[in-house]
Structure formats: structure tokens, C-alpha cells
């Protein structure tokens, strides 16, 4: 009997999400930068956008009492390594890395997250989940992907891509204030909703 109980509480232990830890710190990655301009569609440069969406990001969650780290502030050229340097000298944190999309196929629109661990998983529902209530456009769901700065950073961590640019719907979207405003908002809330 002993020993089923401690097999039933080694059990729950392993299946209990590493993610539900409070973090204290959120390392914001904004994409591209400098000579990498990311994808161009329509006008819109994704590093700018980027950019952009993570100091509205920033503003957010510092107004929500989170320590916020930038992996960078202005148009400048961060390798991957890099990045993961920044977010791997925090402690108690998670890496949320922002980017838009683009594809030859220019009918297909829509938000993802990807992740790389069952934490990361468990954080990108979140903010995809939020992403769906709050924002418009369409939510192209989950997926797993073994990206560098998922794989090279120590902590939870997600990639946002907050839309197509090579999609004209999501462009004209993404290319005003206001829906990036509440993008943040939206991605900040998922954000929150994992420390829960």
C-alpha cells in the first residue's frame, strides 16, 4: 500500500506543469533587428513591428508588476546566441520571443505560438487562448517547433507570431497602433494567466 501511494505522489509530482512556478521576470525577444529585416510585405518591415510590439509588451506587463528584460530596445542585430545569452542570465524567468510571419501563399492568415517543452505548451495556450478573446483575425493554433532560441534558452519559452504580413487582411491589421495595442495586451493577459 506503501508503496502505491508513493508511486501515486512521484506520479502527480512529474505530471505537475514546471510552468505553474510564479515567474518574476519576463525576457521580452523582439525579432529580427538591424541588417535582419525579417519578412517584408505590403509595406510592413517585421523587425519594426517587432520591435514595436514588444515595448508595448514591456509597458504592459511592467504596469502589472513583472521584471522586464529586452533582449533589445532599438533596430539593432542580436544573433540567436545572443539572445539566449540575455534570457539565460535571469533567473525565475520566461522567454517570449514576438515575430510576424510570411509565406508565398498569400491567403494564409492568422496568430501561432510555438513551443519547444510541455511548459512552453502549457504558456503558449494561454496566450493563445487570450489572443482568441481578445484579438481579431484568425487563430491558427499550437504547434511544436525546435527553433534556436526555444532550444538554446534555459527557461519556459514561447514564439509569437502575431500574423501574416503576406496575408493583406492580417497586414492592414497589423499595420495599425491600435490592434498592436492589443495584441500586447492580449499576449501580456495569456502571460499572466500561466503564473495562475
Known amino acids: 500500500m506503501l508503496r502505491f501511494i ?3 505522489l512521484l506520479l502527480v509530482m512529474l505530471e505537475a506543469p514546471a510552468w505553474a512556478l510564479s515567474f518574476t521576470t519576463v525576457v521580452i525577444d523582439a525579432g529580427h533587428g538591424g541588417k535582419d529585416g ?3 510585405h505590403h509595406g510592413l518591415i517585421e523587425k519594426k513591428l517587432c520591435l514595436d510590439l514588444a515595448l508595448r509588451l514591456e509597458r504592459v ?24 545569452a ?10 517570449v520571443s ?3 510571419n510570411g509565406n508565398r501563399n498569400k491567403a494564409i492568415s492568422g496568430m501561432e505560438v510555438f513551443y519547444r517543452s510541455q ?3 502549457a504558456v503558449a495556450a494561454k496566450i493563445l487562448r487570450s489572443m482568441d478573446v481578445n ?9 511544436f517547433q525546435d527553433l534556436k532560441v526555444l532550444r538554446a534558452t534555459r527557461m519556459t519559452a514561447v514564439l509569437v507570431e502575431g500574423g501574416y504580413l503576406s496575408n493583406k487582411t492580417d497586414a492592414s491589421r497589423c499595420a495599425t497602433a491600435y490592434h498592436r495595442e492589443e495584441l500586447a495586451k492580449a499576449i501580456a493577459r495569456g502571460i499572466l494567466a500561466a503564473r495562475s
Not at 70 to 76: A, K
Not at 86 to 95: D, G, S, W, Y
Open 135 to 143: 484579438c481579431k483575425g484568425v487563430k491558427r493554433g499550437l504547434f
Open 61 to 84: 506587463l511592467k504596469a502589472k508588476g513583472l521584471r522586464v528584460v529586452m533582449t533589445r530596445r532599438t533596430d539593432v542585430f542580436i544573433s540567436l546566441d545572443a539572445r539566449a
Open 86 to 95: 540575455i534570457a539565460n542570465r535571469q533567473k525565475n524567468a520566461l522567454f
Open 6 to 8: 508513493i508511486g501515486a
Open 119 to 121: 511548459g512552453g505548451k
Open 98 to 100: 514576438l515575430h510576424f
Open 38 to 40: 525579417g519578412c517584408v
